[in-house]
């Protein structure tokens, strides 16, 4: 079995990807997309977006991490590309799952889509770049406004040399909307002969093993459920027991620490709000804790408002 993370555009920055993969066994952790237009972009857009490539590729617990980069032009992908594994990235993943309105609109992400024939000039463009000892990877949905072109998509990624292929179980239209349509990836693996990966409501090690029952994979990939449960690929994996709430807000602290001694700090209000938009399904005492954390505007009153519910959990102990 192998999971990976998936790229939460906005959520899963170098800071994430280096708490969750010091305590879960990922066996692969895929970046935010680096935007790609027009241009061969400068070595200092991958090393913002991805540091690890400047300590070999993978992050301090040693978990290897691939650039993904999305785009519609396949000549700027190819050359994109080459860079990104140039500079250190285990291998380069496509992206046509996006579904964001403003990546969309500027023909990027899960509207390429609508045509199976530029995704597999794209992605061969990008192979053909690549050195062949590196992974030239993909990531779609199962469609943009219906779910009519999967296999066409699928077999386009193939047809042009991927190594492999990640499969979010939903179209654009779909969202993030609940249930994941596993059975079209079933379709899709049974058909291509190259790893595929199924993406999408994998929640808990339960819905893991559904998951794979279902699709017959033995690699997944892991998003929203990530953030929701820190550890949940090391209890898919590994058997190990759920993080309870005093772990996840220990960790909430350590991440803390963290991100304020970067140079994210100002982004910090916003991102532990944002990480508490997800915290919320698995634990109560994250839906409390965030009412009263809400309110508050600069970050020493969120920090201290997080360290008084520690205390507190601590004299409760």
Known sequence: MRIILAPMEGVVDHLMREILSAINPYDLL???????VDQL???KVYYRLCPELLQGGTTRAGTPVRVQILGQEPGWMAENAARAVALGSKGVDANFGCPAKMV?????????????EL????????????????PVTAKIRLGY?????????ALAVYEA?????????????DGYKPPAYWEYITEVRERLPIPVIANGEIWSREDAERCM???GCDSIMIGRGAISLPNLAATIKDGASPYNWEQTLGLM??????????HKSDYYPARIKQWFSYLNRQYPEADALFRELRIHKTTDAIVAELQSAQAKLHQAG
């Open 41 to 43: 972009l400068p070595e």
């Open 119 to 134: 995704i597999h000039d794209i992605v061969k463009a990008m192979r053909d770049a690549v050195p062949d000892t590196q």
């Open 30 to 36: 895929v970046t935010e997309f680096v935007r790609v």
């Open 145 to 153: 406004e219906d779910k009519s072109l999967f296999m066409e998509n």
């Open 104 to 116: 969309n609109r500027s023909k990027g992400g899960a509207v390429l889509l609508q045509y199976p």
């Open 253 to 262: 602290l350590d991440y803390t620490a963290q991100e304020l001694s970067g």
């Open 161 to 173: 040399g991927a190594t492999e292929l990640a499969i979010h179980a939903r179209s654009k239209v």
């Open 213 to 215: 029952q279902v699709t």
